[in-house]
């Protein structure tokens, strides 16, 4: 089994039928998606270069003339923001083209057949929800379906819906071309962090990989709803595809405030460290709470796939950056890669929580 399997979550209602129902004037949004908080924070827009998240170029990272100074602005990106836009990577429009539009067909499918396809007790893979783990919580204003995608012998080729006829090829293709992609940064991240070359790659060997396809429906009361609770991902490495041009990403900016991303340049990543790379990087990369949010007048749709390690694999921090190897303390703990994944699906989703309850307390005269 290459992904950790949750301890389920519970059922409820589709959110993309009730919006149907609860976006006509005469109709309440249920209380259970109505959020206080939801603006409660300030945003500010990534229109403004100031505050726009870095631009990292894959082309330049593999030209050895750039490579040196691409690297730098990856390390930087990384440990500043934990975001970038990924631009130039390699990965050919069509096949762009192909998983975008096979994923938003599949969400425009009849809900009848798209619950062929729905989850199955105690697991995450399927179209339905996750993280809801009481009748009380809060819930986000989305759907979503879920796969793993590699490696390939693990696919439960069941939820692989027959319809779109192409799905299953594009996403096939898709795959392999943005596992190919993480593979090239996890490189390059070795380089920045001056690790032995193969370091993170072994611990991230055969690539288990999923994808989560998110769609978001309109709300009328966009401003008292959350498309997706502010939460770091359990990843080594995420990459945002942005299906339609509909932006709704959120990020907790330097300073603490929420930060909109704007609609990457067509075809470009949105990557983001996940909490697993945090930790193996020992806090020099960081994993930054986001979140999404829904428009009052048209859908979302994105797809993110989630780059993850091996199922025998220590989560802990790279022993060549603490000890005697980087002469740091430990400031995580470390633990087996599938106790780490049960701990994150059962919970809710609440912000960075998870991942800081896994810091170890050092005292100041350590640290």
């Known amino acids: 089994m290459a992904h950790a ?3 389920g979550s519970l059922p409820v209602a589709n959110v993309q039928a009730l919006a149907e129902t609860c976006n006509d004037p005469d109709q309440q949004i249920p209380e259970r998606y109505i959020r206080a908080d939801a603006n409660a924070d300030e945003v500010i827009s990534g229109d403004d270069c100031t505050a726009a998240i870095p631009t990292v170029d894959l082309s330049k990272l593999l030209d050895p003339l750039s490579s040196d100074e691409e690297t730098a602005k990856l390390g930087s990106a990384c ?13 050919s429009d069509d096949v762009i083209r192909d998983a975008r539009k096979d994923v938003a067909e599949f ?16 697991g995450i893979e399927g179209y339905g929800q996750a993280f809801v783990v009481s009748h009380e ?17 693990f696919r439960n080729m069941a939820l692989w819906p027959a319809h779109p006829p192409s799905f299953r090829n594009s996403i096939d293709r898709y795959s392999s071309e943005t596992a190919r992609v993480a593979r090239c940064l996890f490189e390059f991240m070795e380089k920045d962090m001056g690790v032995r070359p193969g370091s993170l790659l072994e611990r991230f060997q055969d690539q288990p990989q999923g994808i989560r396809m998110n769609y978001y429906p309109p709300c009328r009361e966009a401003g008292k709803v959350v498309g997706l609770s502010p939460h770091t991902d359990a990843a080594g490495l995420t990459l945002l595809l942005q299906v339609n041009d509909v932006p709704g990403l959120q990020i ?3 300073g603490g405030r929420w930060l909109a991303v704007g609609a990457p340049p067509d075809g470009a990543f949105v990557v983001n460290v ?3 790379l945090e930790i193996m990087s020992n806090g020099k990369y960081r994993s930054v709470e986001h979140r999404a949010v829904v428009r009052p007048d048209r859908e979302r749709v994105s797809a ?14 790279l022993p060549e950056l603490v000890g005697e190897g980087g002469g740091d303390n430990a400031r995580y703990t470390s633990m087996g890669y599938l106790e780490f994944m ?4 059962s919970a809710k989703l609440d912000g960075r929580n998870h991942l800081d309850g896994l810091r170890i307390k050092l005292s100041s005269s350590k640290v």
């Open 107 to 122: 969400f425009r499918l009849p809900l009848e057949t798209k619950k062929a396809y729905s989850q199955l007790p105690n």
């Open 79 to 91: 440990q500043k923001w934990g975001f970038f836009q990924l631009i130039n990577h390699g990965v």
């Open 137 to 153: 919580q809060k819930l986000d204003w989305a759907d979503m379906f879920y796969l793993v995608l590699r490696p390939g012998e």
């Open 5 to 7: 399997r949750s301890t």
């Open 304 to 317: 993110a796939v989630f780059h993850r390690p091996c199922q025998d694999a220590v989560v802990g921090p």
């Open 342 to 345: 049960k701990r994150y699906y």
């Open 274 to 276: 996940g909490d697993i």
């Open 252 to 254: 907790r900016a330097p």
